[in-house]
C-alpha cells in the first residue's frame, strides 16, 4: 500500500526533525508531508533538510491544514501525526494494521486508557476537557471510545477522500470522530504511550479558548447529525415550562371560571407553541438528515466502485496451444 505521513505544523523548528527521521526509520518507503502552517521560526527549512515533502497552507488553523492534507494527497492509507514529537512513531504499525487489513476506515491512537497522557500532561485542564468531550459523545452515540481527541490516527483512502471538513482549528479531531460514528464508519482505537513536550517547545492549544470550541462544536454536529434527538430535547424542555407556567392558570379556571394570571397564560401557550414547534422542526430535519446519509452511502458505493481494481478483460484459454 502506499502510505503518506501527514504532519501538520505550526512553529515546530525544536522537534519535526525528530518526528521526521522517526516515522522514515518505521516506514521507510512512505511519503512524509510536513504541512506548514505560517510557521514564524524554520519549522520548513528543518523539515525540508530532513527530506520531507513541505506543502504551506495560509489559512490559519489546524481544520484548514487538514482540510488541504485530505484534499491533495493521494495514498491508500494515511497516518496523521502532530509535529510536537509526543506520538512515539514505534507504535505506527499498530495503527495502519486494521487498515492495510481492510478492518478499519479510522484507526485511533489512545492515549487515555493506559494512563500515559495523564501521568504526562502537564496543563491544567486537559484532562478534564478530554474526559468530559468523550462522555458526551460516548452518551449520544451510545459508544465506548477511550480517546477521542488524540491527534495520532490512520484513515484509509475512503474516509480521507468522503469527509467534509468545516472545522477551522483543533476541534477537527473532534469532527472526524462524530463522522465517522454518524456515518457507521469502522473505527479501531490502538492503545499507544504518550510522552510530554520537550523542554522548549510549547502548546498552541489555548485552553479555555479551544475547549469552547470544541464543545459548541459538539452542540453543532449533535444538530446537524441527530436533529430529531436535539429537537425533541428542546420541544420536552419548553413543554415543561409551559406546563409549569400553565397549570396553576388551569387549576384557577376550574375553580373560579376566570383568569386573573393572563400573562402567565399567555406565556404558558408561547411555550407548549415553541414546543410543538421545536418538535416539528426536529421530524422534518430527521427527514433531510437520513436522505443526506443515503446519498452518503451511495457516494460511498460510487468512490469503491471507482478505487476497486478491474479485472483483466480478455478469455484464458485452457489446454495446450495446437
Known amino acids: 500500500m ?16 525528530d518526528v521526521i527521521e522517526a516515522f522514515r526509520k518505521q516506514l521507510p518507503n512512505a511519503d512524509i508531508y510536513v504541512f506548514d502552517n505560517n510557521s514564524k521560526d524554520k519549522t520548513s527549512e528543518v523539515a525540508r533538510k530532513h527530506g520531507a515533502i513541505v506543502r504551506q497552507e ?34 505506527v504499525h499498530d495503527l495502519i494494521a486494521p487498515i492495510q487489513e481492510g478492518r478499519a476506515n479510522m484507526v485511533i491512537g489512545d492515549r487515555l486508557s493506559n494512563g500515559t497522557y495523564v ?27 477511550s480517546d477521542i481527541m488524540t491527534g495520532y490516527r490512520a ?4 474516509f480521507v477522500k468522503t469527509m467534509p471538513i468545516m472545522s477551522p482549528g483543533f476541534e477537527i479531531e473532534t ?34 479558548a479551544d475547549g469552547r470550541k470544541v464543545l459548541y462544536k459538539i452542540f453543532t454536529l449533535f444538530k446537524e447529525y441527530k436533529p430529531m434527538l436535539f ?17 396553576p392558570v388551569i387549576v384557577e379556571y376550574f375553580n373560579t371560571q376566570f383568569i386573573t394570571r393572563v400573562p402567565s397564560a399567555i406565556l404558558a401557550v408561547g411555550l407548549v407553541v415553541l414546543s410543538v414547534l421545536s418538535f416539528g422542526c426536529g421530524a422534518i430535519l430527521d427527514t433531510v438528515a437520513s436522505n443526506q446519509r443515503k446519498q452518503y452511502e451511495l457516494e460511498l458505493n460510487r468512490i469503491q466502485a471507482e478505487t476497486k481494481p478491474k479485472p483483466v478483460q480478455g478469455m484464458t484459454r485452457t489446454g495446450g496451444s495446437k
Open 231 to 247: 429537537f425533541t430535547a428542546w420541544s420536552m424542555l419548553f413543554l415543561v415550562l409551559g406546563l409549569i407556567v400553565g397549570i
Open 155 to 158: 484513515f484509509d483512502r475512503l
Open 58 to 91: 495560509f489559512q490559519q488553523g489546524k481544520g484548514h491544514v487538514v482540510r488541504s492534507m485530505f484534499r491533495n494527497i493521494d495514498a491508500d492509507c494515511y497516518v496523521m501525526v502532530d509535529g510536537d514529537n509526543t506520538y512515539p512513531a514505534e507504535f
Open 2 to 17: 502506499k502510505i503518506a505521513v501527514l504532519i501538520p505544523c505550526y512553529n515546530e523548528e525544536q522537534t519535526i526533525g
Open 175 to 208: 469532527e472526524m470522530t462524530i463522522h465517522a460514528l454518524d456515518k457507521r464508519l469502522s473505527i479501531v482505537e490502538v492503545p499507544i504511550l504518550y510522552r510530554d513536550r520537550p523542554e522548549g517547545s510549547y502548546s498552541k492549544l489555548n485552553t479555555l
Open 119 to 145: 501521568k504526562e500532561n502537564k496543563r491544567k485542564f486537559h484532562n478534564l476537557g478530554n474526559t468530559m468531550v468523550k462522555n458526551c459523545i460516548n452518551f449520544l452515540y451510545k459508544k465506548k471510545l
